[in-house]
């Protein structure tokens, strides 16, 4: 009897084919959050039951633009970089779970394929984008990581774009920022193949890096726009108030996760 192989579609008999392979997976990453203040009635209709707003800013949002190396355990894929290299950006909100704070990606946006399927498995709500932002470098006009160094960033989906930033260095810091500070909180949604018969995967879960290290956090001044588009909702968490912004280096393991319940989602 044949058999096929692989961690996801496609299986095939050697499993080479799948468009990602099994976790650990790996990354090195550049990272600039923008983090702001929005109403907290945009998030609270962002968070499901059971969840709820978090208890101390409920309304505060990180918009993330990260620049990717990534890679399995073996780490192959660094030296075929099209397997390896991507960027997205993504927004996080904060909410409660059974009394303890979580962090919850609501939006992301992403430039691979590979990077979608890890999502879907993940529970991150992934979609095709168009992302870009300037990468630092200690030669030439590129910035480097100090004082007065100013990076730009942007987001496009679907030929509009959502969102862009410029971002000044100003001192360094200790933290990268709070809203994104929390183990990760994502439902895992697959509709049934009947129609009218609901969820076939219907998953809470918790999940966060298995291992972490990274560079010195900056801290920074921000310039961030939103733009509203037909096809996205982005805008709806409009900037009220800013917080704080913030770029580092890091490396990142994840590798799993933790189902807290399954079958009580009542999304549709």
Same mark, same amino acid.
């Given at each position: 009897?044949?058999?096929?192989?692989?961690?996801?579609?496609?299986?095939?008999?050697?499993?080479?084919?799948?468009?990602?392979?099994?976790?650990?997976?790996?990354?090195?990453?550049?990272?600039?959050?923008?983090?702001?203040?929005?109403?907290?009635?945009?998030?609270?209709?962002?968070?499901?039951?059971?969840?709820?707003?978090?208890?101390?800013?409920?309304?505060?949002?990180?918009?993330?633009?990260?620049?990717?190396?990534? !890679? %399995?355990?073996? *780490?192959?894929?660094?030296?075929?970089? $099209?397997?390896?290299?991507?960027?997205?950006? +993504? =927004?996080?909100? /904060? !909410? %409660?779970?059974? *009394?303890?704070?979580?962090?919850?990606? $609501?939006?992301?946006?992403?430039?691979?394929? +590979? =990077?979608?399927? /890890?999502?879907?498995?993940? *529970?991150?709500?992934?979609?095709?984008?168009?992302?870009?932002?300037?990468?630092?470098?200690?030669?030439?006009?590129?910035?480097?990581?100090?004082?007065?160094?100013?990076?730009?960033?942007?987001?496009?989906?679907?030929?509009?774009?959502?969102?862009?930033?410029?971002?000044?260095?100003?001192?360094?810091?200790?933290?990268?920022?709070?809203?994104?500070?929390?183990?990760?909180?994502?439902?895992?949604?697959?509709?049934?193949?009947?129609?009218?018969?609901?969820?076939?995967?219907?998953?809470?879960?918790?999940?966060?890096?298995?291992?972490?290290?990274?560079?010195?956090?900056?801290?920074?001044?921000?310039?961030?726009?939103?733009?509203?588009?037909?096809?996205?909702?982005?805008?709806?968490?409009?900037?009220?108030?800013?917080?704080?912004?913030?770029?580092?280096?890091?490396?990142?393991?994840?590798?799993?996760?933790?189902?807290?319940?399954?079958?009580?989602?009542?999304?549709?």
């Amino acid at each position: 009897m044949a058999s096929v192989r692989g961690f996801f579609h496609p299986k095939t008999a050697t499993g080479a084919s799948s468009l990602i392979p099994a976790p650990p997976w790996r990354y090195s990453g550049d990272l600039l959050t923008v983090e702001y203040r929005t109403d907290p009635d945009r998030v609270r209709e962002l968070l499901p039951q059971p969840l709820e707003l978090a208890e101390e800013d409920p309304g505060a949002v990180a918009l993330i633009w990260a620049d990717w190396q990534s !890679c %399995s355990a073996s *780490g192959s894929e660094l030296l075929d970089p $099209v397997l390896s290299q991507y960027k997205e950006a +993504f =927004a996080v909100v /904060r !909410c %409660s779970y059974r *009394g303890r704070a979580h962090s919850r990606c $609501v939006y992301i946006w992403v430039d691979k394929d +590979f =990077a979608i399927a /890890r999502g879907l498995h993940q *529970g991150y709500p992934k979609k095709l984008g168009s992302i870009h932002m300037t990468r630092p470098h200690p030669y030439g006009p590129a910035p480097r990581i100090e004082a007065g160094a100013r990076f730009g960033a942007t987001l496009a989906a679907a030929d509009r774009r959502l969102a862009q930033a410029v971002v000044t260095l100003k001192e360094p810091t200790q933290s990268n920022g709070f809203v994104n500070a929390n183990p990760m909180l994502h439902h895992r949604w697959l509709p049934s193949i009947e129609n009218g018969k609901g969820l076939a995967v219907d998953e809470l879960i918790e999940s966060g890096a298995s291992s972490f290290e990274g560079g010195q956090p900056w801290t920074a001044e921000a310039d961030l726009e939103l733009f509203t588009s037909p096809t996205e909702e982005l805008a709806r968490l409009e900037l009220r108030e800013p917080i704080a912004a913030y770029y580092r280096q890091v490396g990142v393991v994840w590798n799993g996760g933790t189902l807290l319940e399954s079958g009580t989602s009542q999304a549709e």
